[in-house]
């Protein structure tokens, strides 16, 4: 009865090393998907962060540009507000579109929670 004892214990070994070799993967274990997500995650935050800088940077364009207006009309200077009006009505469409683009990915990405 000991010989059987120890040939089940090696045929259990033996089985044991083939189920290990067969969960390798070309260089590793096969993971589970739950320890993929943390990219997911950094993608939303980047999403957030680039929608919120992009509304503040618009919202710091227009008030730079009213305030920059009545500064230089307090003080006279009505050529350089005409040039100051060219340079916002060049940039607002730029912004203004980046600021949309940004904003729709936010709202209606797929949310993976």
Not at 6 to 18: C, H, I, M, Y
Not at 24 to 46: A, K, P, Q
Not at 90 to 112: D, M
Request: charged share 25%; glycine share 10%; hydrophobic share 40%.
């Amino acid at each position: 009865m000991g010989t059987t004892g120890n040939s089940e214990d090696q045929g259990g070994q033996e089985l044991l090393k083939e189920r290990e070799t067969e969960e390798l993967v070309d260089g590793g274990f096969v993971r589970s998907l739950d320890e993929y997500s943390f990219r997911v995650r950094h993608r939303e935050h980047t999403a957030r962060r680039l929608a919120y800088a992009l509304v503040g940077i618009l919202g710091g364009s227009f008030a730079f540009h009213y305030i920059a207006t009545l500064v230089l009309e307090f003080n006279g200077r009505s050529n350089a507000v005409e040039n100051l009006n060219r340079v916002f009505n060049a940039w607002l469409p730029v912004i203004a579109s980046l600021v949309g683009g940004a904003v729709t990915y936010y709202f209606t990405r797929e949310k993976n929670e």
